[in-house]
Antibody
Framework: QVQLVESGGGVVQPGRSLRLSCAASGFTFSSYAMHWVRQAPGKGLEWVAVISDDGTNEYDADSVKGRFTISRDNSKNTLHLQMNSLRLEDTAVYYCARAVTVVHAFDIWGQGTLVTVSS | DIQMTQSPSSLSASVGDRVTITCRASQGIRNDLAWYQQKPGKAPKRLIY???SLQSGVPSRFSGSGSGTEFTLTISSLQPEDFATYYC?????????FGPGTKVEIK
């Protein structure tokens, strides 16, 4: 079945880096745009970044611009989020989600991975 | 950025009640709106896409309507498993923006 599984979360100090991964299965990964969405504890959903199916187009939220980089490896059916210069306010559950194209809404989400930025 | 608002922010309802949640966009978004349901500790699940199209596998008691700037999600007869938080999402522009959520609780 269609599945997205995030990994790489953990506890990290402010200013440090972390790389999240999202392993896709059950569908043709290279045919879908992929997003990262996050949710701070007890808060609502915040869109973070998107990458097109072939990796040639990306958009980022202003809150992460210049610090986070979304990428994908279609040969390994894997999505990544490189997070640098982490801040306390980046603490959240990070979800990957797929969309038919960069224009469409996300349909399938992973279960999420928790990133805690704390000194 | 397009701002999304939802009302109410929370509601208490009984099993069998009809529930309506409203989502408003700060500018026209055609029908580029989706609704998601999220239960505690779980990932969101898409219920409605293109404002009024029911996601495959979602019960028919869920329906969506609207276009432009005002949208509604209706649950025709609330079931125990429907108690959750509901979010709208606009996908006309980047950045994608969500409504703040509506928590549906048991009365």
């Amino acid at each position: 079945q269609v599945q997205l599984v995030e990994s790489g979360g953990g506890v990290v100090q402010p200013g440090r880096s972390l790389r999240l991964s999202c392993a896709a299965s059950g569908f043709t990964f290279s045919s879908y745009a992929m997003h990262w969405v996050r949710q701070a504890p007890g808060k609502g959903l915040e869109w973070v970044a998107v990458i097109s199916d072939d990796g040639t187009n990306e958009y980022d939220a202003d809150s992460v611009k210049g610090r986070f980089t979304i990428s994908r490896d279609n040969s390994k059916n894997t999505l990544h989020l490189q997070m640098n210069s982490l801040r306390l306010e980046d603490t959240a559950v990070y979800y990957c989600a797929r969309a038919v194209t960069v224009v469409h809404a996300f349909d399938i989400w992973g279960q999420g991975t928790l990133v805690t930025v704390s000194s | 950025d397009i701002q999304m608002t939802q009302s109410p922010s929370s509601l208490s309802a009984s099993v069998g009640d009809r529930v309506t949640i409203t989502c408003r966009a700060s500018q026209g978004i055609r029908n580029d709106l989706a609704w998601y349901q999220q239960k505690p500790g779980k990932a969101p699940k898409r219920l409605i896409y293109a404002a009024s199209s029911l996601q495959s596998g979602v019960p028919s008691r869920f329906s969506g309507s609207g276009s432009g700037t005002e949208f509604t999600l209706t649950i025709s007869s609330l079931q125990p498993e429907d108690f959750a938080t509901y979010y709208c999402l606009q996908h006309t522009n980047y950045p994608r923006t969500f409504g703040p959520g509506t928590k549906v609780e048991i009365k």
